[in-house]
């Protein structure tokens, strides 16, 4: 697990330094907060020993010690302050075998001119951007947040293409705001 966690760390250091000072900022909170929940996710699955939890606990303290501590996020603003939330009911990913969701619904010349599906990031493209979109619009995060996983993930993409994109999912009905 240590080693695991040793190995992602040193792959976000490296990210982090060919980002700038924010973006470096969000790729180390994304990336300690996954680390913790790599962590809390193992009490799904089986009974951790007291012991071996606050071993774990230390460890990730030491870790963010390491790393450093990143400032907190600056707070939402505008649209970035929306929630969105998926559709339960539609499970998957919008294409798939040939079909594509998301442009049968929303029509192939608007769903064309969506910039977000068009992007080029760091490490992805507009598919894969579009799939996180979607993943991380859990009705917990505002928009602000998502495109702050987003961009942890695949490398910085503009608030305002994420926003596009989930608006344009709501008039289809695959997510929700509030």
């Known amino acids: 697990l240590r080693a695991q966690a040793l190995r992602r760390t040193a792959r976000a250091l490296a990210r982090r330094d060919a980002l700038g000072k924010e973006e470096a900022a969000n790729l180390l909170r994304f990336?300690?907060?996954?680390?913790?929940?790599?962590?809390a996710?193992?009490?799904?699955f089986l009974k951790v020993p007291e012991d071996l939890g606050a071993e774990a606990a230390r460890f990730l303290d030491q870790l963010r010690v390491m790393v450093g501590e990143p400032p907190a996020a600056p707070a939402a603003e505008g649209d970035g302050r929306l929630v969105f939330r998926r559709d339960p009911e539609l499970k998957g990913t919008m294409s798939a075998f040939g079909y594509d969701y998301f442009a049968d619904k929303y029509?192939?010349?608007?769903?064309?001119?969506v910039?977000?599906?068009?992007f080029r990031g760091l490490r992805g493209s507009g598919d894969e951007y579009a799939y996180e979109v979607l993943n991380f619009a859990?009705?917990?995060?505002?928009?602000?947040?998502?495109r702050d996983a987003v961009s942890a993930v695949y490398g910085p993409v503009p608030l305002e293409?994420?926003?596009?994109?989930?608006?344009?999912l709501e008039t289809i009905k695959v997510v929700s705001s509030r």
């Not at 990336?31 to 913790?36: A, N, V």
């Not at 293409?161 to 344009?168: C, D, F, I, M, S």
């Open 107 to 113: 029509g192939e010349d608007k769903a064309s001119a």
């Open 115 to 118: 910039r977000l599906l068009s």
């Open 138 to 146: 859990d009705g917990r995060r505002n928009a602000q947040q998502v």
């Open 161 to 168: 293409l994420v926003v596009e994109y989930l608006r344009a």
């Open 41 to 44: 996710s193992l009490a799904r």
């Open 31 to 39: 990336h300690l907060e996954h680390e913790r929940a790599v962590v």
